[in-house]
């Protein structure tokens, strides 16, 4: 995550975009091991501190998963 940090305004935002997508599509298709979800979240949270950018899929996801408590990690 600290390489995200320091290089992510440097990425175009074509790979920032294919970055978030894959972040997002593990989150949705509930492929992220607990084992690896201390990584996933400060990956995201980097994310989210560095960019310009809104990631409102992952927002309204994050939201209405937690309204609905669907939001399971296995």
Known sequence: YRAIS??????????QSEVKNF????????????????N????VAEIFKNDENEWNELL??????????TVIVS
């Open 6 to 15: 320091k290089n992510w305004k440097n990425l175009s935002t074509e790979i």
């Open 40 to 43: 996933y979240c400060e990956i």
């Open 60 to 69: 309204n996801f994050l939201f209405n998963g937690w309204q609905e408590k």
């Open 23 to 38: 972040l997002y599509n593990l989150l949705i298709n509930n492929n992220i091991c607990s084992y690896f979800i201390d």
